[in-house]
């Protein structure tokens, strides 16, 4: 090796060992901020729980009617009942009428229902709560 190819060899090892050092300053620096994120991480998915759970409300231990029922399906969801009568094409006053017991499903209204996905379990729960869905079928369509 020529001594200029030595020089230019001695300045990138000097630079390499500083460029170490620093490395090793940041290696703990580092080290704390990402377990500082872990640990906000792990609150904000506590808090996340929390809020899913004050969200979702808790299963009754006997409904009374179908529109018990129909309401906790859809709050499950997440849906509200807005939400629900567009995605349904059923009235928002109907929807609520059937929810508050006001108004009986009628089986073009039942159909409707049964045909979102959130209500698949409607005639399960129908079925352990002793309500009859007024089909005959327990709410299955004819495929």
């Keep these: 090796?020529?001594?200029?190819?030595?020089?230019?060899?001695?300045?990138e090892l000097a630079d390499?060992?500083?460029?170490?050092?620093?490395?090793?300053?940041?290696?703990?620096?580092?080290?704390?901020?990402?377990?500082?994120?872990?640990?906000?991480?792990?609150?904000?998915?506590?808090e996340l729980s929390r809020?899913?759970?004050k969200s979702h409300p808790v299963r009754p231990r006997s409904f009374t009617h179908?529109?018990?029922?129909?309401?906790?399906?859809?709050e499950t969801a997440g849906l509200t009942r807005r939400q629900l009568a567009?995605?349904?094409?059923i009235s928002d006053a109907t929807l609520k009428n059937i929810e508050t017991n006001r108004?009986?499903?009628?089986?073009?209204?039942?159909?409707?229902?049964?045909?979102?996905?959130?209500?698949?379990?409607?005639?399960?729960?129908?079925?352990e709560a002793g309500l009859s869905l007024g089909l005959g079928n327990h709410g299955r369509t004819k495929q």
């Design 66 to 74: 179908l529109g018990n029922i129909v309401r906790w399906l859809r």
């Design 16 to 46: 390499l060992l500083d460029l170490v050092e620093r490395l090793s300053r940041l290696v703990p620096k580092f080290t704390a901020a990402l377990t500082a994120a872990q640990l906000e991480r792990d609150k904000l998915l506590s």
């Design 103 to 127: 108004h009986k499903l009628t089986a073009t209204t039942l159909h409707k229902l049964l045909a979102h996905p959130t209500m698949a379990a409607l005639p399960k729960l129908a079925k």
């Design 51 to 53: 809020q899913a759970a």
């Design 1 to 11: 090796m020529t001594r200029s190819a030595t020089g230019i060899a001695a300045i």
């Design 86 to 89: 567009a995605q349904t094409g």
